[in-house]
T-cell receptor
Framework: KAGVTQTPRYLIKTRGQQVTLSCSPI?????VSWYQQTPGQGLQFLFE???????NKGNFPGRFSGRQFSNSRSEMNVSTLELGDSALYLC???????????????FGPGTRLTVT | AQSVTQPDIHITVSEGASLELRCNYS??????LFWYVQSPGQGLQLLLK??????LVQGIKGFEAEFKRSQSSFNLRKPSVHWSDAAEYFC??????????FGIGTKLQVIP
């Protein structure tokens, strides 16, 4: 079974631009979560989608948004990029979503975003 | 609210030595607990998880972890470390219907 895939793997953008990252979950998984990982802050939860609906949201500004499609693939978008948005963006998929007690997440390799 | 603490940011061990990575959590009841490993430039790989039952959990790559309710801990152990174990290790906690919260991570260096 193929794992979680994320595209692109690396991205360089300029301040003020916008970016879209893509995540394809493991086949059969219906939940996708996004995390931002930086050396100083660790893994910070962005949002979680299940059945095309956002179920949970972290404490990020409205410049960060996401969506999920009917095939469970997900995209996240960051508008008006800032230098501080440089990070590794990780996507994780799971069968269910966090309202279910027992569930585990499987992570993709991440997209390394550099904002200059 | 739930939280997780990994008190050691960096740990260095010699190859063949035993390893214990510490993890303490805060949650009003018994949470779900996870350990993940991340190699440079890679995503996170699940090593093991605790949902209920036996408090000693076996994982992949020879790792195990023990849940101790009285100490609110879920420490990761390996009897003999290999050079390929050098990576960053994350403890994570999930209380009931909440999202997963990750610790800050512990970087493991293995010296020959």
């Amino acid at each position: 079974k193929a794992g979680v895939t994320q595209t692109p793997r690396y991205l360089i953008k300029t301040r003020g631009q916008q970016v879209t990252l893509s995540c394809s979950p493991i086949s059969g998984h219906r939940s996708v979560s996004w995390y931002q990982q930086t050396p100083g802050q660790g893994l910070q939860f962005l949002f979680e989608y299940f059945s095309e609906t956002q179920r949970n949201k972290g404490n990020f500004p409205g410049r960060f948004s996401g969506r999920q499609f009917s095939n469970s693939r997900s995209e996240m978008n960051v508008s008006t990029l800032e230098l501080g948005d440089s990070a590794l963006y990780l996507c994780a998929s799971s069968l269910g979503f966090s309202i279910q007690g027992e569930y585990e997440q499987y992570f993709g390799p991440g997209t390394r975003l550099t904002v200059t | 609210a739930q939280s997780v603490t990994q008190p050691d940011i960096h740990i260095t061990v010699s190859e063949g030595a035993s390893l214990e990575l510490r993890c303490n959590y805060s949650y009003g009841a018994t949470p779900y607990l996870f350990w993940y490993v991340q190699s440079p430039g890679q995503g996170l790989q699940l090593l093991l998880k605790y949902f209920s039952g036996d408090t000693l959990v076996q994982g992949i790559k020879g790792f195990e972890a023990e849940f101790k309710r009285s100490q609110s801990s879920f420490n990761l152990r390996k009897p003999s470390v290999h050079w390929s174990d050098a990576a960053e290790y994350f403890c994570a906690v999930k209380g009931g219907y909440q999202k997963v919260t990750f610790g800050i991570g512990t970087k493991l260096q293995v010296i020959p």
